[in-house]
């Protein structure tokens, strides 16, 4: 018997059906992720149905796409899924508390080698702590909701496998960026991205949350990195002990295609509107001015991000012409935001920060793009029309290379170089 | 439910993620904002001028990006009869599919290219055939047993444990 991969082994370890050679797997999952967009959506079923949920304790439920609501359709929107998880008694219903998947990962929910799927496409950023976790839409999580279970088809796989050093101006984002230039939108359509870290410094946890949360950007059902010693810091560090079950491939587990990839020359990358498939280094962007910079989305809305941010624009000023949006992920992000003084830092030098919640990534909330607006934004799509009119332009980069073109008013291919001149006379020190 | 449909013919490209589909600014429980939202900023007269039993044809990747059953809504409540698509996104699929929304793909995918936009087509599901108004006929990949298990059912919540078709 040949090999199996990471989605191979959670799937048969999670399979109800006897019939394992069956197209479809009936299986069951470990944890249901649901916010209040999508979730509203299945209310009025559930209800009719009279259904009652299989295990209340292995769903997560939060409102962040109307936290707090903008207009009074979405107020009743929110009110009518807060009354409902409330009236289910839920325990996991976290009030405003931040996007739904940076939630997911900061809760014991989600271990690695667990089977996850959730009311939201990004529900596969679980990955990057060695689930394999799936987004769904509101009627296979209502099904999901009132049994525990769904169906999956096991998918084939495709094994990334990042070597190198990444240098200190790229992160995870230039990295799914960069996968998304080679593999294309539709590159792991109904696959399984397997990511094996073998950089000589490992990426931090927050640059694996970029890289999974993007995977579906490629297609990919699930994205999942190889459980390592940073997964299991992570999950130690949130648990105050290792819950997990690491699942790991075999050794001679069997991939449809193998991607390599050396980070150590990678430089930042942007993908320009309207498809994040659309990706180039800067070095070969025209200069592109902007009229609007955005840090946030469950992309790339972790303090890493923020850090990364700060760093960028310490002792300097956000360009006359940019309003420059922060949203952490959640509010246990934006709470050590605060104490490491990043909150400040950004603050000062123009930037303002919204409520942990969605923003203008779903073109909700406020900075919703208008017409003539450009936008720099470490949110992980740009399609057409969806951060606000059909007209605006948004160009998806790093939290760093957003800080930059914020100060520098403009996506610039000389960005990144040396010496480069910014607004105020204050130079750069890379 | 899975009745062949027989109407005009829509041409889509590749890659048309949900959010052209159906804008997030159409987002609603309103089934009027709801239906009034497809394809809204792509081209606003589709909504307007789609008629009961018309067909969408697309290239690759078609519904890829979010999660929001609101696209399938829209796509439904202009009672499109079907999608015919080179290939689907994965959650696109699976939530047409749940809702009843026959997607298929052509056997070979070249023979897209002879479906005209705006000519009548006859689109049998269950056979899996595009006959078009001359006559050519289309083949499709017949839908797989699970698929034709949630269509008979009537949709997937059919299929609850306790459900009519469970
Ligand atoms: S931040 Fe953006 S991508 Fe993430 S869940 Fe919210 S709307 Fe979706």
Known sequence: MSGRTISDKVIDEHTLDDDRSAQYRRVRVDAVLGHDATTALLIDDFERRGLSIWDKSKVLLTNDHFAPPATAERADISNKFLGWARGQGMPNLMLDKGICHQLLVEHELCQPGGLIVGADSHTIM????????TGMGATDILFTLATGETWMRKPAS???RLRGELPEESGGRDVVLELLRLLGEAGAQYRSLEFHDETT??????????????????GAKFGVFAPDEVTEAYCTARDGRFLGNPVRPDADAVYE????????????????????????PIT??????????FLGSCASGRLADIAAAAAEVEGKRVHPDVRFVVIPASVEVFKQALRAGYVETLTEAGAQFNHSSCGACGGIDKGVLGSADVCVSSS??????????????????????????????????????????LPGGTEEAS | MTAPTTGRVWRFGDDVNTDVIHPPAFYSLDPDKVRRGLFHGYDPAIARDVRPGDVFVAGRNFGCGSSRETSIRAIK???????????????????ATNNGLPCLTPARPADLDL????????????????????????????????????????????????????
């Open chain 1, 201 to 218: 410094t490992r990426l931090p946890q927050d640059d694996r949350f970029a890289i999974a949360n993007m995977a579906v950007e490629i």
């Open chain 1, 158 to 160: 495709i094994a990334v």
């Open chain 2, 77 to 95: 409540l202009n009672q499109v009869g079907a999608v015919v698509a080179v290939d689907f996104a994965r959650i696109f699929f699976r939530n």
């Open chain 2, 115 to 166: 479906v005209e936009a705006g000519s009548r087509v006859t689109l049998d599901p269950v056979a899996a055939t595009l006959t078009c108004a001359d006559g050519t006929v289309v083949d499709l990949v017949p839908p797989g047993e699970f698929v034709r298990r949630i269509w008979a059912a009537g949709g997937l919540l059919n299929l609850l444990p306790g459900s009519a078709g469970g």
């Open chain 1, 284 to 293: 070969e962007l025209e200069e592109i001015p902007i009229t609007s910079a």
């Open chain 1, 380 to 421: 992980n799509r740009n399609f057409r029309g969806r951060m606000g009119h059909w007209d605006s332009r948004t160009y998806l980069a790093s939290p760093r290379t957003v800080a930059r073109a914020a100060l520098r008013g403009a996506l610039t291919p000389d960005l990144y170089r040396a010496g480069a001149a």
């Open chain 1, 126 to 133: 679980a990955g990057a702590v060695g689930a394999c976790a």
């Open chain 1, 257 to 280: 295609r193998v991607v390599e990839l050396d980070v150590t020359d990678l430089t930042a990358r942007v993908a320009k509107p309207w498809s994040p498939g659309n990706v180039v």
